[in-house]
């Protein structure tokens, strides 16, 4: 069996913890053949989230972007964990992590939707109140 990814050189990547920045030193692998894509396999073990933001940064920022706005979530961040970052750099991470809730998200909405269904078969009256709760 041949080997299917060619070892590049170490090299740096700022990530974002909650403990501040870190800076990690990562190889990058190439595929030999034409058509695939290169991967870090430190940043995937390590579940690093657009090559931004470890796993527990990435689910704290995802969090406050549904209560704040863009610019309040970046001041958040520079205030409570000392990480600078951009617009782009923001949107890069909320996009991976729309990204990899699309598969759970009908699902849910499914289960959601059923339950009020549920709730309204089961009312006493048909003009009773049905609480929607996302």
């Known amino acids: 069996m041949g080997r299917l990814y060619r070892c590049r050189r170490q090299h740096p ?3 974002a913890t909650l403990f501040g920045p870190v800076k990690l030193w990562r190889r990058l692998y190439e595929p030999l053949r034409s058509g695939g894509s290169a991967i870090h396999p430190l940043e995937l073990r390590l ?3 657009a ?3 470890t796993p527990a940064l990435a689910e704290r920022v995802g ?3 549904i209560d704040h706005t863009q610019q309040e979530v970046l001041d958040l961040l520079e205030k409570e964990h000392g990480i600078e970052w951009s617009c782009t750099s923001l949107r890069k991470l909320l996009g991976s992590l729309r990204d990899g809730m699309a598969p759970h998200r009908e699902v849910y909405q499914v289960e959601q939707v059923v339950s009020w269904i ?3 078969r089961v009312s006493k009256c048909s003009t009773s109140k ?3 709760s996302l």
């Open 63 to 65: 969090q406050w972007s």
């Open 47 to 49: 579940g690093i989230e």
């Open 51 to 53: 090559g931004l933001a």
């Open 130 to 132: 049905v609480t929607l």
């Open 118 to 120: 549920e709730q309204a």
């Open 13 to 15: 990547n700022q990530v």
